[in-house]
């Protein structure tokens, strides 16, 4: 039987390090994928995670179980990610868009199923890109709810408690993003 | 209720997150609600969409991470053997004997004063002195040792005062001790003393009383023989 995140964190604080690398190996890809979807670039996505398992390390000692650590461990990642847009957003860095040509070659190649047949794979990489597009377009605060609701499976209370605001507030951001997207995604077509 | 609200609801329900009743009367509202129905159908479609999105996968150097989380320490340099360094100790005692023959045998002085490490080539000439400046020099001596001398008086001194005051103070604490043990024995002397007198006197009224009854007897004796007699001779 697998040992909880929680677990897990109690045993790290004893100093057991390979707690830790089965924490790191069981949430990399979720942690990664969620700092993807929310600053579309996957090498800052790798820092970001990389910063979010330093920081869970680091807090290791003030660590109480008293909140599910995926909970704890998105709220770093959400603020990580939050602070990155809003300094890149300060220095007028390059703008989302850029990302979103930049990347289409290289690292979406891994994406692709080469078992498929040509013009699959072409419709495939054109939605994926059309969703990536359209979630690079929603305000922050609708782009954090619906990539932990939807491709985080995160429930409306863990998400409420994530973001430190009511669920209702979620509820609202979630459908008013969502309409947003299937907007966006219609115009794209 | 707005359709927003019912729009809320759709998005809890594409999630599995609403309630029984809710979905009764949401169901009972999409009956009703043409923009709303299609906001459903559009939400469906839309969450395919995303679903289209595959995940990334780019798995994390462990290694690398614990270098950051806990660095290595710095390797030092390896340590010399013991014979290395004892080698290198005698090779460094023998240049300095060396050096210190060397200036020795050239005629350079090495000496270690109060100064510190004092360097002298040849023979250092003695400067003439007057008889005067000999006088000076010994009469500032005499003041120096003179100085010295009442300086050490009167440290002994102050030492004698603080070892007789602590004398004095023990002595006074003795003497202090001694008075109380008199004055609790004259005070015992003194008790005893009214006892004994209370006995005294005691006994006294007791030896007083005792005589002044046959004081009284004697008295009525003759008394009585004395008016015997006066009858007698009335008779």
């Known amino acids: 039987m697998e040992k909880s995140d929680e677990a897990l964190m109690l045993q790290l604080q004893t100093g057991d390090l390979l707690s830790f690398d089965t924490l ?44 599910q650590f995926s909970t704890w461990m998105y709220r770093i990642a959400t603020n990580l990610c939050l602070d990155i847009l809003a300094k890149q957003r300060r220095r007028k860095e390059t703008p989302i868009d850029a990302y979103l040509e930049s990347e289409s070659d290289g690292f979406d190649e891994r994406l692709i199923d080469p078992s498929g047949a040509p013009d699959a794979v072409v419709l495939k990489k054109e939605i994926k890109d059309r969703v990536r597009s359209a979630l690079a377009r929603l305000p922050e605060n609708q ?10 499976d995160m429930k409306f209370h863990e998400i409420a408690e994530i973001l430190e605001c009511p669920i209702s507030t979620v509820k609202s951001r979630m459908a008013a993003g969502l309409e947003r997207l299937s907007k966006m995604l219609s115009e794209q077509e | 209720m707005d359709c927003r609200f019912f729009r809320e609801q759709i998005v ?27 906001f459903q159908v559009s939400l469906n479609e839309t969450q395919q969409t995303l679903d289209q999105w595959e995940e990334v996968d780019s798995p994390i150097d462990i290694e690398a991470l614990h270098d950051v989380i806990q660095p290595k320490p710095l390797s030092l340099p390896p340590q010399l053997p013991a014979w290395r360094w004892l080698a290198w100790g005698v ?78 103070e023990e002595r006074q604490k003795q003497a202090d001790a001694q008075l109380v043990l008199i004055y609790q024995g004259l005070q015992s002397q003194r008790v005893q003393d009214l006892g004994f007198i209370r006995q005294e006197l005691q006994h006294l009224a007791g030896a007083t009383e005792a005589e002044f009854l046959e004081t009284q007897r004697a008295f009525e004796f003759i008394l009585a023989s004395h008016v015997s007699e006066i009858q007698k001779n009335m008779k």
């Not at chain 1, 782009?143 to 985080?152: D, E, G, I, Q």
């Open chain 2, 91 to 168: 090779a460094a005692c023998l240049i300095l004997t060396l050096s210190l023959s060397v200036l020795a045998w050239i005629g350079v002085d090495v000496k270690w004063a109060d100064r510190g490490l004092t360097l002298r080539i040849g023979q250092e000439s003695v400067p003439e002195i007057t008889e005067q400046e000999l006088v000076r020099l010994l009469q500032a001596e005499r003041h120096a040792t003179q100085v010295e001398i009442v300086k050490q008086l009167q440290g002994a001194l102050d030492e004698f005062s603080k070892q007789l005051q602590v004398h004095l």
């Open chain 1, 24 to 67: 790191v190996k069981r949430w990399e890809k979720p942690l990664l994928n969620y700092c993807y979807r929310m600053v579309n670039d996957v090498a800052l996505a790798e820092d970001l995670r990389q910063e979010v398992f330093l920081r869970i390390y680091r807090s290791t000692k003030t660590y109480r179980p008293t909140a």
């Open chain 1, 143 to 152: 782009r954090v709810v619906v990539t932990l609701r939807h491709y985080n």
């Open chain 2, 12 to 38: 809890s329900e594409s999630y599995d997150q609403l309630d029984a009743d809710a979905k009764k009367s949401l169901k009972a509202h999409l009956q009703t609600c043409r923009e709303c129905e299609q």
